[in-house]
């Protein structure tokens, strides 16, 4: 049995952007409230058009990313009475020990996956979660797809994929 969860530290910066884009938007809001206001002085469609352009694509935005945020917020790995889960809360994947094909420790490299999160890797086109760089496990199934998932003892998780 193997059991790893955690909040990966990218999570907290998608918690910043969303805190920005909200706080961005208090003004633009304000400032479409105060031109429309009837009392004052009237603005253009152009203007009003603008505005509504500008806080229906920052929401959009904000929106996404929340959803981003909280799709990846946790990072698991699950290895216990033959079925293996790893991935994040709403993106994850789900096998059992006998449709794997090999299991090895290798490396998660920048130069593959170009970032962290859920990636496919450039050159090898394998299906990463990729947390952090450095020692990870490779999972290779028998349909074909190959895994490479960030662990924090590589060993010991194959260790208990194997057994």
């Not at 203007?47 to 694509?57: D, L, M, N, T």
């Not at 789900?94 to 593959?112: G, L, M, N, W, Y």
Request: net charge neutral.
């Amino acid at each position: 049995m193997y059991r790893e969860r955690y909040t990966p530290w990218f999570t907290w910066l998608l918690v910043f952007v969303v805190l920005g884009a909200v706080v961005g938007m208090v003004p633009m809001i304000s400032g479409f409230l105060t031109a429309t206001n009837h009392a004052a002085a009237d603005i253009s469609g152009d203007e009003r058009a603008g505005y509504i352009i500008g806080i229906s694509v920052t929401g959009f935005v904000t929106v996404f990313v929340g959803f981003l945020t909280v799709a990846f917020s946790r990072y698991f790995i699950e290895v216990d009475r033959g079925t293996i889960r790893f991935g994040y809360l709403w993106w994850n994947v789900s096998t059992t020990v006998e449709q794997v094909e090999s299991v090895e420790v290798d490396e998660a490299k920048f130069r593959e996956f170009l970032g962290m999160g859920w990636r496919i890797g450039i050159t090898t086109k394998r299906i990463g979660y990729v947390v952090s760089f450095g020692k990870a496990v490779e999972i290779k199934i028998r349909n074909g797809k190959t895994y490479l998932i960030s662990c924090r003892d590589p060993e010991a998780c194959v260790k208990a994929i194997e057994s």
